[in-house]
């Protein structure tokens, strides 16, 4: 149970045998070693989820994986899930301004990279994928990595001086590129960059990372 406020709350977090979204949010409860129920399901056990309306609770938006409950109370949306699980483990900025920058850095990689770069490259049709996947690789992660790379030269963290959740948004991100995940995206496509290449191995060494690694992420470290 985690302390929020004062008061000791439980946390449930639902979703696939996969890092995939919710593999920020458990991150950051892993570091702060916040106690939480791990459930990994498949996809009938979700579809007798949504069947049985777990996955559409009254006032929330939201009908899919993952979910959190706290103290029974459902939040649907990974990124709300991940910005609420940060803030009780001391990982999102209390300062209005790093707070922001901190929602910017997680923005620009969720939307402008996964969402706007790669996932067009896995819902096309697969005689285009290809072309896609090379123009991925050549053009537009190297792009969107230079933007990353010049952020972390400061201090080697996205925001401010220490870690925060969008460090570990981007931590999840290289992760799933370096593990070979995407056909045509080598992992050299990070490595080439100094300082992510760095900071992927800095978030490897944390002992909290390493060891919820190793006993849930058997393909990692890649790096």
């Known amino acids: 149970r985690a302390?929020?406020?004062g008061h000791m709350v439980h946390i449930k977090l639902t979703y696939f045998p996969i890092q995939g979204p919710a593999e920020p949010t458990r991150l950051a409860l892993a570091i702060a070693g916040i106690p939480f129920e791990d459930v990994r399901v498949?996809?009938?056990?979700?579809?007798a989820m949504r069947e049985a309306g777990t996955l559409t609770p009254s006032?929330?938006?939201g009908s899919q994986l993952p979910l959190l409950e706290v103290d029974g109370k459902p939040l649907m949306q990974s990124g709300a899930q991940a910005v609420y699980c940060a803030k009780l483990a001391g990982l999102y900025p209390t300062d209005a301004w790093e707070a922001a920058k901190c929602d910017e850095a997680s923005q620009f990689i969720n939307q402008d990279i996964r969402g706007r770069c790669i996932e067009p490259t896995m819902r096309c049709p697969e005689e285009e994928k290809p072309k896609l996947r090379s123009a991925l690789y050549e053009t537009q992660l190297p792009e969107k990595f230079a933007i990353l790379e010049k952020m972390l030269s400061a201090t080697g963290f996205?925001?401010?001086k220490s870690l925060s959740l969008a460090d570990l948004q981007l931590y999840v991100l290289l992760n799933w590129?370096?593990?070979?995940?995407?056909?045509?995206?080598a992992p050299d496509v990070i490595t080439r960059f100094d300082n992510l290449t760095a900071f992927?191995?800095?978030?490897?060494?944390m002992e909290e990372v390493k060891a919820w690694n190793a006993k849930n992420n058997p393909k990692l470290p890649w790096l």
């Open 200 to 205: 992927v191995k800095r978030i490897n060494e």
């Open 3 to 5: 302390t929020w406020y």
């Open 42 to 47: 498949g996809r009938d056990q979700m579809l």
């Open 59 to 61: 006032g929330c938006a």
């Open 177 to 185: 590129i370096g593990m070979g995940t995407l056909d045509g995206v």
């Open 158 to 160: 996205l925001v401010g």
